[in-house]
């Protein structure tokens, strides 16, 4: 697959493509990143990409020009039609199950906005998808793409050290949407806490059932939503649901 970056800042990728786990992925090709910077495409001695919001108002706005250049240069280079992808607050949260179907998508093209947004003429013409990380604004949308493109290469095959590790991430289908269980290693005693004793007992099915409660717990108390979620699609069973009442 491949990943376009529109940015003003192609060198903030640099050591987040060479650093970590991931690197597997982007190093391999699995997933191909290519950086592109819209000044290269902008008119003038000064390159400019971005000017003054009309109706007044403070900040600056990305001018639609120079992205249009840019994205008609990679689409030249594509013959896939790959989406055009803004990160803004209208977007769509970004979620496990949005991930997973990039992760089995050709790829895309990443937008990323810079000081008071985007031009809106250009997202009209060309922006197919929006994503947001949460409720709150970033100076740009450089660390959105990193997210997405962070959470795509970990799940691309042989990327992790053991190859079902993702299976165990929270919000996973495999752990039916809920959140991930407590984890512990060396020593058995550290700052006077324990690791618990079913842990260290070698029975496999206590251990796996202990996780599972565990999992029950932390997402009841903290995302209940999920809990909802997960009972409304028949995901949880009897022993789940009699867990949950006696916690509650």
Known sequence: MRFDIVTLFPELFAPFLTSGI????????QVDVQLSNPRDFAA???????????????????????LSQCLANLQSQRADGAPVVLFSPIGKPLNHT???????SQGAILVCGRYEGVDQRFIDAYV?????????????????????????????PGVLNTT??????????????????PHYTR????????VPD???SGHHAQIERWRRNQRLQLTARHRPDLIEA???????????????????
């Open 22 to 29: 991931t690197r597997r992925a982007f190093e391999s090709g």
């Open 44 to 66: 003038g001695n000064y390159k400019r990409v971005d000017d003054r919001p009309f109706g007044g108002g403070p900040g600056m706005v990305m001018m639609a020009e120079p």
């Open 98 to 104: 949005m991930v997973a179907q990039w992760a089995q």
């Open 128 to 156: 197919t998808d929006q994503i947001s990380l949460g409720d709150f604004v970033l100076s740009g949308g450089e660390i959105a793409a990193m997210a997405l493109l962070d959470a795509v290469a970990r799940l691309q």
């Open 164 to 181: 079902d590790s993702y299976l165990q991430d929270s919000f996973n289908p495999e752990l039916d949407g809920l959140l991930d269980c």
């Open 187 to 194: 020593p058995e005693v550290w700052g006077g806490g324990a």
């Open 198 to 200: 079913v842990l260290l």
């Open 230 to 248: 997960a009972r409304h699609a028949g995901r949880l069973t009897k022993q789940d649901e009699a867990f949950l009442l006696h916690e509650g």
